[in-house]
């Protein structure tokens, strides 16, 4: 059974950090490009940034040179480190393994508010 489970949601200030951490189980990890989702309140969900097995990045241009993402595959997880949050980064933040399938987590809470 795959299981994708996020950590590390929260209630953070505008300006602060957070570090988001997810941890797969059921899937050859390696094999999977991991990616890093999120949905607003009222809004589509959109891919954050993504990293392939081969450690290539990208990011969407709203959070280009304030998150990063990366991957341990020996520990098959996958962290979003995010700087610089503003109130517009308010969203479910879902983790994702795709290969021949999708698979998704539950998605944890991350509020920028004041």
């Known amino acids: 059974q795959v299981q994708l489970v996020e950590s590390g949601g929260g209630l953070v200030q505008p300006g602060g950090s957070r570090r988001l951490s997810c941890a797969a189980s059921g899937i050859i990890f390696s094999f999977h490009v991991m990616g890093w989702y999120r949905q607003a309140p009222g809004k589509e969900r959109e891919l954050v940034a993504r990293?392939?097995?081969?450690?290539?990045?990208n990011y969407v241009d709203s959070v280009k040179g304030r998150f990063t993402i990366s991957r341990d595959n020996a520990k098959s997880t996958v962290d979003l480190q995010m700087n610089s949050l503003k109130p517009e980064d308010t969203a479910v933040y879902y983790c994702?393994?795709?290969?021949?399938?999708?698979?998704w987590g539950k998605g944890t809470l991350v509020t920028v508010s004041s």
């Open positions: 994702n393994a795709e290969k021949l399938e999708s698979y």
């Open positions: 990293i392939t097995t081969g450690g290539i990045t």
